[in-house]
């Protein structure tokens, strides 16, 4: 009898070890396809710790990617250009389990992005503590991307944004400017700072009001915990800063529909988001699940149509390949505080999490799959028509 049962569990561990090498197998090939090699020496290539990896990504695709990762069980030297030879390869398509199609689908035909739940994603993400981005961001918390252009530091390209923001809306003292999705305010205190205009902010952060009123004391701005579908009141000019990725398509038309109710007849609106070249209805189950729950990368199209009979578009600019710069000098600052500050308020866990995300985001727009847009639009048009700054 004990024969029997020995002879069976022997079976079954065989049987187990001939499903791990197959899984194994079929993983190493298709990372061949993308120039990376399991236990090779180049940056891109990767360790395996587990050798349970192989299966979970089969099973669970990108989620079991960054999952596992935040795991240990497996590394690679340089996440950015992993990411960037999996991306060239087009190797999400390949490993793509139908179990995760499902939120994909429900987001086509549902609200995520519905008021009595867009305040509790935000603050998911942006409520985790000033001090993670306090010793992350810039020395003014810009959490978007940088301008690169003819500067060496983040400081430098993030002033250097703010101000090209500004140029373009082409502000001016006693202009009453409104910033959706303000974050602590880094823009309006810029602005009031350098142009002389007066200011509102709106987000859903409790931890960005507290932090915003604070940096923007003795200026003419308020910071307001507000949702965009609450705005009244009117603005001579409108901008909105990295938040129209978490407004979700379902809500496109509304937002556009909000900044034409209060933007003034001759007033401009410029929209800074990052932009998707393939239509989606949801983001990546990995970043749905840990960083950003309820965004979605908006489409020129998906932009287009939602501004469309609303504004004229006076200038597109793209500066996509400036994100990955800015996405490896925040993770230098992560880095670099993490021993002395972030490990008293985040554990390892957070660490993996965290560096994964700045770098594969950071491979993402270096493949140039994710896009960088200023888009300035006006309601009628300029009667002399408008100069594109760069």
């Known amino acids: 009898m004990l024969d029997a049962y020995l002879s069976v569990e022997g079976d079954i561990e065989a049987w187990g070890n001939r499903i791990m090498h197959r899984d194994e197998s079929l993983i190493r090939e298709i990372l061949r396809q993308a ?129 090209l923001i500004c140029r373009k809306l082409n502000l001016r ?51 307001r915990l507000q949702d965009y579908r609450d705005l009244d009141s009117a603005y001579d000019a409108v901008v909105s800063i990295g938040m129209f990725e978490h407004v979700g398509p379902a809500n496109h038309r509304r937002f556009m529909e909000t900044v034409d109710r209060v933007l003034k007849c001759d007033g401009l609106f410029l929209l800074h988001t990052i932009g998707s070249n393939d239509t989606k209805f949801s983001t990546d189950p990995w970043t749905q699940r840990y960083i950003f729950p309820g965004s979605c990368l908006p489409t020129m199209e ?9 504004f004229l578009m006076e200038d597109w600019h793209n500066f996509g390949a400036d994100y990955a710069r800015t996405l490896r000098a925040w993770l230098c600052n992560f880095v670099s ?38 888009i300035v639009y006006s309601r009628t048009g300029e009667p002399d028509g408008y100069d594109s700054i760069r």
């Open 35 to 163: 120039d990376v090699l399991v236990g090779g020496s180049r940056p891109w290539d990767i360790t395996v710790h587990d050798p349970r990896l192989y299966r979970r990504l089969l099973r669970d695709g990108v989620l079991g990617l960054g999952e596992s990762y935040m795991d240990e069980w497996w590394d690679c030297a340089d996440l950015e250009q992993f990411i960037v030879h999996v991306l060239n390869a087009d190797l999400e398509r390949a490993i793509s389990p139908l179990k995760l199609l499902l939120p994909v689908i429900m987001a086509k035909f549902i609200n995520v992005q519905r008021k009595n739940r867009a305040a509790s994603d935000v603050r998911s993400h942006y409520d985790l503590g000033n001090v993670l981005f306090q010793n992350m961001l810039d020395v003014r918390m810009n959490y978007s991307c940088g301008y690169w252009r003819n500067v060496d530091t983040l400081d430098e390209a993030q002033e250097g944004k703010l101000d």
């Open 173 to 223: 003292s006693g202009l009453r400017v409104l910033d959706i999705g303000c974050g602590w305010g880094a823009f309006l205190k810029y602005a009031a700072e350098k142009y002389g205009v007066t200011g509102v902010g709106i987000t859903l952060s409790k931890e960005q009001v507290a932090l915003g009123e604070e940096l923007c004391s003795g200026l003419p701005v308020e910071i």
């Open 302 to 310: 998906q932009i287009a149509k939602a501004a469309h009979g609303l």
């Open 337 to 374: 505080n993490w021993e002395t500050t972030l490990s008293r308020h985040y554990d390892r866990r957070f660490y993996r999490m965290w560096t994964y995300m700045l770098q594969t985001y950071a491979g993402a727009f270096r493949a140039r799959r994710n896009q960088l847009w200023q």
